[in-house]
């Protein structure tokens, strides 16, 4: 069965400071990860996926995620965040043994001036 | 590139009416999909359509209906609305099940229901 788990809620960081919000996953099968970010009052936009090539994944806007197999995680950082960061994200797996896509409760994350 | 499109934006209905939120997609996706999302909660599928023709339920499909009668449209019915229908709806597509299919979404529709 897949799941996946937003370790965190909610997340504060500074501006300019880096920036970690955590996911970990279960899957049957070699799954495909996505973040996606909502901002206020719009749709999901994908940030970034991965789709069993190369492990460490770069997205838009600086962002980037590491497939860590071992340690069942695919953890989103950037090196600094910026005012415009502060959305939800939503971190979400997708099994190729049948139509089953899995969203994370998301993570809000805040970034102060 | 309008991607998808779905209306109304906001809405606010009585107990017991009923209403269709709009989808449409121009590029040319099979599968297209319903979600809604609840305050604090992931996004949870209600209905689902692989093509034409073809939809499925999805994890929490009680209360709605859907159609698919050609590509671009699928539009989602509430009959009989009831406050635990309030919540934020999501239209959304892809080109297939494959891995790694990236899904495209609309803006939303906030529904409430009083």
């Known amino acids: 069965a897949q799941s996946v788990t937003q370790l965190d809620s909610h997340v504060s960081v500074s501006e300019g400071t880096p920036v970690l919000l955590r996911c970990n996953y279960s899957s049957s099968y070699s799954p495909s990860l996505f973040w996606y970010v909502q901002h206020p009052n719009k749709g999901l936009q994908l940030l970034l996926k991965y789709t069993s090539a190369a492990t460490l994944v770069k997205g838009i806007n600086g962002f980037e995620a590491e497939f860590k197999k071992s340690e069942t995680s695919f953890h989103l950082t950037k090196p600094s965040a910026h005012m415009s960061d502060a959305a939800e994200y939503f971190c979400v797996v997708s099994d190729t043994g049948g139509f089953k896509t899995i969203f994370g409760a998301g993570t809000r994350l805040f970034v102060k001036a | 590139n309008a991607g998808v499109t779905q209306t109304p934006k906001f809405r606010i209905l009585k107990i017991g009416q009923s209403m269709t939120l709009q989808c449409t997609q121009d590029?040319?996706?099979?599968?297209m999909y319903w979600y809604r999302q609840d305050p604090g909660m992931g996004l949870k599928l209600i209905y689902y359509?692989?093509?034409?023709?073809?939809?499925d339920k999805g994890e929490v499909p009680n209360g709605y209906n859907v159609s698919r009668s050609t590509t671009e449209d699928f539009p989602l019915r509430l009959e009989l609305a009831a406050p635990s229908q309030t919540s934020v709806y999501f239209c959304a597509s892809s080109s297939g099940q494959f891995t790694g299919n990236t899904i495209y979404f609309g803006e939303g529709s906030w529904l409430t229901v009083v």
């Open positions: 590029m040319n996706h099979n599968y």
């Open positions: 359509s692989v093509g034409a023709g073809i939809t």
